[in-house]
T-cell receptor, first 112, second 115 residues
C-alpha cells in the first residue's frame, strides 16, 4: 500500500533554532518527493521537489534530503523564524501517475 | 502570472442551496485538480481534469459536480450538501498530468461551511 508517514506530528522550537522533520514512504514505483509548507487555512506552497537521482536540494533556509534506498527524506530548517510556523507536508508521486500520496504533516510552532 | 486563484475565499451555505466554487490559472497548465481538506488532515483528491476532460473521479458524491469550461478555468458546482462537507476546498494545476515531474501549484482554497 502506498503510504507516507511523517514525524514528529508536532514540534515546538524557539526562534532562531534549527529543526529537522522526517518523512518515510512506501510509494512504488517512485517518481519524485516534494515538501510543501501550508499555513492554516491556506493552500500548500511548494518548498522543494526531488527526483530519484537527487539527494539534496535547498531553498533558502530549507534543505531537503532524499535517500531513495531507505525511502526516507528529511527537511531541515535553519535559523527558524516566527513565519516558519505552519504545517509541513511530505508528498510522494508515483512514476507517470496523476495522484500524489500525502503525508499527514508535521505542525511546527516557532515561539519567540 | 504564476499563481492559482480561487473564489470565493469563504462560503457559507444551507443544505438546500446551490453554489459554485471557481478556480483560475494562467500558467498554461493542462491539468487541474480539486482537493478537499478537513482540519489537521492532508488534502484528499476529488477530481482531475486533463486537457479539459475529466480523467479521475475519486468516487465523489454526485452533489459535487466539476466543470472545466476551458484550459484556464475549473468550477465545482455544489448542490444539496451535508454539514460534513464543510472543509477547505483546494484547487491545483500542473503543466501536464501523468508526467514524472508533475509539480502541482495550489490555490489558497475556499473555506466552505454547510449549515
Amino acid at each position: 500500500k502506498n503510504q507516507v508517514e511523517q514525524s514528529p506530528q508536532s514540534l515546538i522550537i524557539l526562534e532562531g533554532k534549527n529543526c529537522t522533520l522526517q518523512c518515510n514512504y512506501t510509494v512504488s514505483p517512485f517518481s519524485n518527493l516534494r515538501w510543501y509548507k501550508q499555513d492554516t487555512g491556506r493552500g500548500p506552497v511548494s518548498l522543494t521537489i526531488m527526483t530519484f537521482s537527487e539527494n539534496t536540494k535547498s531553498n533558502g533556509r530549507y534543505t531537503a534530503t532524499l535517500d531513495a534506498d531507505t525511502k526516507q527524506s528529511s527537511l531541515h530548517i535553519t535559523a527558524s523564524q516566527l513565519s516558519d510556523s505552519a504545517s509541513y507536508i511530505c508528498v510522494v508521486s508515483n512514476t507517470g501517475f496523476q495522484k500524489l500520496v500525502f503525508g499527514t504533516g508535521t505542525r511546527l510552532l516557532v515561539s519567540p | 502570472d504564476t499563481e492559482v486563484t480561487q473564489t470565493p475565499k469563504h462560503l457559507v451555505m444551507g443544505m438546500t442551496n446551490k453554489k459554485s466554487l471557481k478556480c483560475e490559472q494562467h500558467m498554461g497548465h493542462r491539468a487541474m485538480y480539486w482537493y478537499k481538506q478537513k482540519a489537521k488532515k492532508p488534502p484528499e483528491l476529488m477530481f482531475v481534469y486533463s486537457y479539459e476532460k475529466l480523467s479521475i473521479n475519486e468516487s465523489v458524491p454526485s452533489r459535487f459536480s466539476p466543470e472545466c469550461p476551458n484550459s484556464s478555468l475549473l468550477n465545482l458546482h455544489l448542490h444539496a450538501l451535508q454539514p460534513e462537507d464543510s472543509a477547505l476546498y483546494l484547487c491545483a494545476s500542473s503543466q501536464y498530468s501523468g508526467s514524472d515531474y508533475n509539480e502541482q501549484f495550489f490555490g489558497p482554497g475556499t473555506r466552505l461551511t454547510v449549515l
